[in-house]
C-alpha cells in the first residue's frame, strides 16, 4: 500500500509539472487576487465552485481549488477551521491579450 502511495504521488507531481508546462506556451496570464468574506455555511469547495468560471488560465477546477486553498493555508493552522468572517484570498488568472 506504502508503494502504490508513492506512485501516486509522483504522478500527480509528473502530470501537474506537465499541466503548469502546457500553460507556459498557451498564452499569457496576469495573476489577480479578489479578496471576499466568508459567510455563514462557505466553505472553500464552494467559493472554489463560484470562482472557477472567472479563472481564465484553463486549469482545471481540482487545480484551481488547490490553488485557493494553498493561498489561503494560513486559515487552517494550528488546527484552525475556516469560519464566517475571515478573509478569503481567491487567486484568478485573467487572460493578457497580445497586440502583436
Not at 493555508?73 to 481567491?90: E, Y
Amino acid at each position: 500500500m506504502k508503494l502504490a502511495n508513492k506512485i501516486l504521488a509522483v504522478a500527480t507531481i509528473a502530470v501537474t509539472a506537465l499541466v503548469a508546462w502546457g500553460y507556459a506556451f498557451n498564452g499569457t496570464y496576469q495573476y489577480q487576487t479578489e479578496v471576499i468574506q466568508m459567510a455563514p455555511g462557505d466553505t472553500l469547495w464552494a467559493i472554489s465552485e463560484k470562482y472557477y468560471p472567472q479563472n481564465e488560465d484553463g486549469a482545471c477546477f481540482d487545480d484551481f481549488n488547490t490553488r485557493l486553498c494553498d493561498e489561503n493555508k494560513d486559515l487552517w493552522a494550528n488546527g484552525r477551521v475556516p469560519q464566517p468572517g475571515d478573509k478569503v484570498i481567491v487567486p484568478l488568472r485573467k487572460k493578457v491579450e497580445n497586440d502583436d
